[in-house]
């Protein structure tokens, strides 16, 4: 038989590669399943391997270390939210304590009469006829209304009435607070209408008074009213503020 020549053997080969054989596909299958495997193995051995040497005990000390530095951050963050808290609870406190202070003096600004106000009240609109309206008669209305819960008064829109305002009887009219006021003398008086209507119309009131005087009532009663007369803050000469009064 003739030796096979170079040439013959490539051609076997070719036709093997071009055409394999089903054993040739079952090897090779397994190659590469083979340097898959190992592929896998090789990367599985460049895991980090910080803790590899560590002996067992090192490794719980590892771990309580890990499990201390939790609970210190976990009391920590306990700490922060009740300081927080802490802070929005007085924040509250001193926005309640401004709301009261402030409320407390609004309700001083309007009795001491330092401010303007409005709101429901009575009009009262005394008309002389042939007697002067006396200074008592008037004293009379102005402190039954106060009474009666009227929280603000001014005359004639010139003049604000305070628990201070003082009168007195003048020539051509009546002296309040040193200003002379001539009638008719109108009262405006911030209240609930028709208590303040009531306290001063009732049988034998301040009203029936002034009219057995000979003089003229007209009230009215208005869902609004506006007093704009106001007085200087009165500043006391010898008062002052006792901020400890259990002397302590």
């Known amino acids: 038989m003739p030796d096979p020549t170079p040439s013959s ?85 001193v926005g309640t304590a401004l709301e009261e202070a402030q409320t407390q003096a609004d309700t001083l600004a309007i009795l001491a009469g330092t401010v303007p106000v409005t709101g429901p009240g009575i009009r009262v609109t005394i008309t002389e006829t042939d007697t002067a309206v006396q200074v008592q008669d008037f004293i009379d209305l102005v402190q039954e209304l106060r009474t009666s819960n009227a929280e603000a008064m001014q005359l004639n829109g010139k003049v604000r009435l305070v628990a201070q305002s003082s009168f007195a009887e003048a020539t051509g009219g009546l002296v309040v607070d040193g200003e002379l006021l001539g009638p008719p003398y109108v009262l405006d008086a911030i209240g609930a209408p028709d208590t303040l209507s009531g306290a001063i119309s009732i049988a034998r009131g301040v009203v029936a008074e002034l009219e057995e005087t000979g003089a003229v009532v007209e009230i009215q009663e208005l869902g609004s009213l506006d007093i704009e007369s106001v007085r200087e803050p009165l500043q006391p000469d010898n008062a002052t503020p006792d901020l400890d009064p259990a002397g302590q």
Do not use: C, H, W
Not at 42 to 60: C, F, H, P, S
């Open 9 to 93: 053997g490539r051609t076997r080969l070719l036709r093997a590669m071009l055409k394999p054989s089903r054993s040739q596909v079952v090897v090779g299958v397994l190659l590469a399943l083979v340097g898959f495997a190992a592929i896998v193995q090789v990367r599985a051995t460049e895991v980090d391997t910080t803790y590899a040497g560590l002996r067992e005990q090192d490794l719980i000390d590892v771990l309580n270390g890990l499990a201390g530095t939790t609970q210190r951050a976990e009391s920590e963050i306990d700490r922060l939210e009740e300081a927080r808290e802490d802070l929005r609870t007085d924040t509250r406190r």
